[in-house]
Nanobody, 129 residues
Framework: QMRLVESGGGLVQPGGSLTLSCTSS????????IGWFRQAPGKEREGVTC????????EYVESVKGRFTASRDHARNTASLQMVDLKPEDTGVYYC??????????????????????WGQGTQVTVSL
């Protein structure tokens, strides 16, 4: 069983930056696609980005392209989401999720939550003056 833990959230002003991290216990993140999702108050959870097991492939939703960068560090068993030029509409609870193999990434549906096997508890990101 894999347990995911997110960290790095906080309060930041518009235009600011944050980097979120996702680590695991129980099982390594290796050989798993990692997805990042967010949920704003009163809204459904939405996919933000996903990254292949090796880290060579990434997909981003249009609203974060050019501002968010997903990466992973296998030596540290960590996946990261670097966020710059943050906007108030980026506010929400951010979750990382994992699913074994790369098939889900190449399915074209990696921004859909239903295919992920493991989820973290989330970290709050608030973008406000």
């Amino acid at each position: 069983q894999m347990r995911l833990v997110e960290s790095g959230g906080g309060l930041v002003q518009p235009g600011g930056s944050l980097t979120l991290s996702c680590t695991s216990s129980g099982r390594s993140l290796d050989y798993h696609v990692i997805g990042w999702f967010r949920q704003a108050p009163g809204k459904e959870r939405e996919g933000v980005t996903c990254i292949t097991a090796a880290g060579g492939g990434t997909e981003y939703v249009e609203s974060v392209k050019g501002r968010f960068t997903a990466s992973r560090d296998h030596a540290r068993n960590t996946a990261s989401l670097q966020m710059v030029d943050l906007k108030p509409e980026d506010t929400g609870v951010y979750y990382c999720a994992a699913v074994a193999g790369d098939a889900y990434f190449y399915s074209g549906n990696c921004h859909s939550a239903g295919g992920y096997e493991y989820w973290g508890q989330g970290t709050q990101v608030t973008v406000s003056l």
